[in-house]
């Protein structure tokens, strides 16, 4: 078998995994205290998936990958009343259903992946600074920390990370880096009496806000009401050194408008910035492969930003010992 390091156990990192497991060695290194990216939930008084909200199925290949998931109740339908907002203004209004089916991972998103990574080798909270080569292997290392020889290395990171920490004789580094991720505000608001809201989730176009959901309607959630609002990718991207304060006083200002209800009195109030939350449709191959000097780049940000395109990106990398 021949040796291969994935740095990176998000969803694209944990499916190329499962695409390689067979035929190599292979080793996760992620630089977080766990697995799953995006797919991520915060525990504190009150719960929120502050990442991914929800995701769908449109190949075969993930709705294969989900099927046993779903057997189990780890990933399962979220029949949201849904609606859609212009400014403060409600146009369409639908409920999601089997047609059209939205999935959750249950009892938080990080559940999808804490449940997928169980099955791998994964080396925690070690950031990979260094990738060397040495003879015919590569050295990874995490600060001056030698990890060990691999015969390939595949970044599964933020594409602008993935430039950065590529050799510079990588045959498609000049495609990295031209890969322009979106940044993302999450405002969390929890209460100990919930709010009168007539939909569940909610998209929502010419605000600061793009995004609007009742993450305790989710399936699983605990019933303390929480609601969680995404900032516009535009907005963040010109607000990211923005304080905290100043963030959180203009998202909630944001949410009060759009929802024509006073959402300042929440018993809970947390907010994260994700810097590379998004990326627009992109066209090209899946995932980014230098056959000559055994590496690869993959990521949902080869595709779309969707947890489906970071599972594809994974699943159709194709590598070989030579």
Known sequence: MFKVAIIGA??????????????????????????????????KDYIFDHGAQHFYVKTK???AFLAPYMKQGI????????????GDHIIARRRWNEAFPHYVAVPGMEALGHTVARNYNIQYQTRIT????????????SDDIALGLFDWVVLAIPAPQAAALMPVN?????????????ACYSLMLGYKNPLRLDFDAALIKNRDISWISVNSSKPGRHKTFTLLAH???HWADQHTDLNRESAIEHLVNE???????????????DLHRWLYAN????????????????????????????????????????????
């Open 130 to 141: 260094q990738i060397v080569r040495q003879d015919q292997h590569w050295a990874l290392f």
């Open 231 to 233: 900032s516009t990718n």
């Open 170 to 182: 990588f045959v498609h580094l000049d495609q990295i880096k031209v890969k322009k991720m979106q």
């Open 75 to 86: 990933v399962q339908r979220w029949d949201a009343r849904f609606v859609e907002f212009d």
């Open 279 to 322: 990326i627009g449709r992109q066209s090209g191959q899946a995932n980014l492969v230098d056959y000559e000097n055994r590496l690869a780049a993959i990521g949902d940000w080869c595709i779309s930003g969707r947890v489906e395109s970071a599972f594809t990106s994974g699943h159709t990398l194709k590598i070989s010992p030579m």
């Open 10 to 43: 998000g969803m694209a990192g944990l499916s190329a995994a499962g695409q390689l497991h067979q035929q190599a060695d292979v080793h996760i290194f992620e630089k977080s205290w766990r697995a799953g990216g995006r797919l991520t939930t915060r525990h």
């Open 255 to 269: 949410v009060e408008n759009v929802i024509q209800q006073n959402v300042s009195s929440a018993d809970h109030i």
């Open 61 to 63: 290949a993930f709705e």
